[in-house]
Antibody
Framework: EVQLVQSGAEVKKPGESLKISCKGSGFSFTSYWIGWVRQMPGKGLEWMGIIYPGDSDTRYSPSFQGQVTISTDKSINTAYLQWSSLKASDTAMYYC??????????WGQGILVTVSS | EIVLTQSPATLSLSPGERATLSCRASQSVSSYLAWYQQKPGQAPRLLIYDASNRATGIPARFSGSGSGTDFTLTISSLEPEDFAVYYCQQRNNWPPTFGPGTKVDIK
């Protein structure tokens, strides 16, 4: 069974750093792109970027380029999304998803990140 | 960046009725358009890919059509579990983008 299991909810202060994770199982992790999608409170979905764990090729949407870093550790089938300095506007639900044929066919359960002083 | 516009923003229907959702792209996306369903508190779920192909396990009451700039998601007869928000997403141009969503709620 294909699964993407994300780490737990986070509460952080502005300026702090954060790295959240997404662990894949039930499929060949190095053979699929893994993407990240943001959903701000009460809002729609935003495509952030993707990474190919096989060679760490990473692509960002221009809206998120320079704002976040996507990485992977293929030895443990895990992808990451990280911030070096969080802002209140980073408060959102973050989903990871497996990309197949250009579409997100399996999704993680989501991680709620709350940034508040 | 391609902008996707979805209409209507909200669709109020009763179970058993037919739902027709629209997604319009600011420029052609060929057939590279997908539809996702999201229920409250849940992750999105892929329904339709490449405009008209149902994803694995998706009931036949869901169908997609269109190409170029105009696309439609049709739910032939609404079941109680179909009341949700539906998003379209294009992958023809970089970056991939989502539409703002259509909420299908119970009349």
């Amino acid at each position: 069974e294909v699964q993407l299991v994300q780490s737990g909810a986070e509460v952080k202060k502005p300026g702090e750093s954060l790295k959240i994770s997404c662990k894949g199982s039930g499929f060949s992790f190095t053979s699929y792109w893994i993407g990240w999608v943001r959903q701000m409170p009460g809002k729609g979905l935003e495509w952030m970027g993707i990474i190919y764990p096989g060679d760490s090729d990473t692509r960002y949407s221009p809206s998120f380029q320079g704002q976040v870093t996507i990485s992977t550790d293929k030895s443990i089938n895990t992808a990451y999304l990280q911030w070096s300095s969080l802002k209140a506007s980073d408060t959102a639900m973050y989903y990871c998803a497996r990309q197949s044929g250009g579409n997100f066919d399996y999704w993680g359960q989501g991680i709620l990140v709350t940034v508040s002083s | 960046e391609i902008v996707l516009t979805q209409s209507p923003a909200t669709l109020s229907l009763s179970p058993g009725e037919r739902a027709t959702l629209s997604c319009r792209a600011s420029q052609s996306v060929s057939s590279y358009l997908a539809w996702y369903q999201q229920k409250p508190g849940q992750a999105p779920r892929l329904l339709i890919y490449d405009a008209s192909n149902r994803a694995t396990g998706i009931p036949a009451r869901f169908s997609g059509s269109g190409s170029g700039t105009d696309f439609t998601l049709t739910i032939s007869s609404l079941e109680p579990e179909d009341f949700a928000v539906y998003y379209c997403q294009q992958r023809n141009n970089w970056p991939p983008t989502f539409g703002p969503g259509t909420k299908v709620d119970i009349k």
